[in-house]
């Protein structure tokens, strides 16, 4: 046994207690500064390297939400010009009822109201070829047109077939 290991010197009776007797009578070790040391020093390289992780998931997250709200305003944009395509044919419709009913009825409309946005429907051309088209604007201001070349039956009530049909142009 070395010398060093003990705090204080062994005398030969310790020694020969110690092979022997309980782990009581053993001269303990003593532990200096040295000892303790494990790993990484106390120089902030764990502060350093938790901020560097932190900032990084932040970057990933901010930047997950910047492209997840993008989507859905361009989703917005789509149900809204959906929405005013869908009143664009509204227009057109009624137009095409106005007409069955009275092939002469070129009046159109003006700003009329439909499921909170309004379509304008103006009627050009003459019998039996006309030219309808209808404008929708959505509630958000979208707008969207729908025109048709027609040509319009001789008898009561008019059959309407649609030579052409042109959506945004």
Request: with cysteine.
């Amino acid at each position: 046994m070395s010398t060093s290991l003990y705090a204080e010197k062994p005398t030969k009776e310790r020694q020969i207690l110690c092979a022997r007797g309980p782990a009581a009578d053993r001269p303990r070790r003593t532990m200096g500064k040295k000892d303790m040391k494990v790993g990484f020093r106390s120089n902030g390289t764990a502060l350093l390297l938790t901020v560097f992780v932190v900032a990084l998931s932040s970057a990933v997250v901010i930047g997950m939400l910047h492209v997840i709200t993008e989507e859905i305003q361009v989703m917005r944009n789509q149900i809204y010009s959906a929405e005013a395509l869908a009143i664009g044919e509204a227009g057109l419709n009624d137009a095409f009822a106005e007409i069955r009913a009275d092939s002469s009825w070129t009046t159109g409309f003006t700003d009329k109201a439909f499921n909170g946005g309004s379509y304008t429907v103006t009627v050009s051309g003459s019998l039996p070829n006309l030219t309808i088209e209808s404008t929708g604007t959505s509630a958000q201001g979208f707008a969207s047109r729908v025109a048709a070349d027609t040509s319009i039956g001789t008898s009561s009530p008019y059959i309407i077939r649609i030579d052409e049909l042109r959506v945004n142009e």
